[in-house]
């Protein structure tokens, strides 16, 4: 059974940091990944990494992001600095195996103004 669990959302001031935390089990994994939802909007990509740690970046988050893997715990983190009030939404993390991607129930990250 795949299970998938984020952590480390949370209220922070603008020009802030947080670090999201995901560790998932029950399959391996190719490519892991960050996306977010906010509210009224659709789902839209982060950061993801494979197992040899390629990267890739949204464009409104490269620079301020970033990603990294542990690949023996199949675990991602997603380190956010100078964030910004649109940033904020609920942050999924994703885990992709050979059958499908599997998500998390999110974490809500709120950026004050």
């Known amino acids: 059974q795949v299970q998938v669990v984020e952590s480390g959302g949370g209220l922070v001031e603008t020009g802030g940091s947080l670090r999201l935390s995901c560790v998932a089990s029950?399959?391996?994994?190719?490519?892991m990944g960050w996306h977010r939802q906010a509210p009224g909007k659709q789902r839209e990509l982060v950061a993801i990494?494979?197992?040899?740690?390629?990267?890739n970046y949204a464009a409104s988050v490269k620079g301020r992001f970033a990603i990294s893997r542990v690949v023996a715990n199949n675990t991602v983190y997603l380190q956010m600095n100078i964030l910004k009030p649109e940033d904020t939404a609920v942050y999924y993390c994703s885990a992709q195996n050979v059958i499908r991607t599997y998500w998390g129930q999110g974490t809500q990250v709120t950026v004050s103004s």
């Open positions: 029950g399959s391996i994994f190719s490519t």
């Open positions: 990494i494979s197992r040899d740690s390629i990267t």
